[in-house]
């Protein structure tokens, strides 16, 4: 496989792939349900870490 042969199927099928993966993320985030979790999520860095005694 040389460089330019490469370079096309990265061009077209590089691109698919790249957009049916965003689609996937974003359908993944808006799924019914998600907002609990996200919500969870949310919350981590405002949780208190319990001291190691």
Known sequence: MDY???????????LVYLFILF???????F????KKLADE???IPLKE???DV
Request: no cysteine; proline share 7%; aromatic share 14%.
């Open 4 to 14: 330019s042969t490469f370079r096309q199927f990265a061009d077209s099928w590089g």
């Open 23 to 29: 689609v996937g993320i974003i359908a993944f985030t």
């Open 31 to 34: 799924r019914p349900g998600s």
């Open 41 to 43: 999520i949310a919350q």
């Open 49 to 51: 870490d319990k001291p």
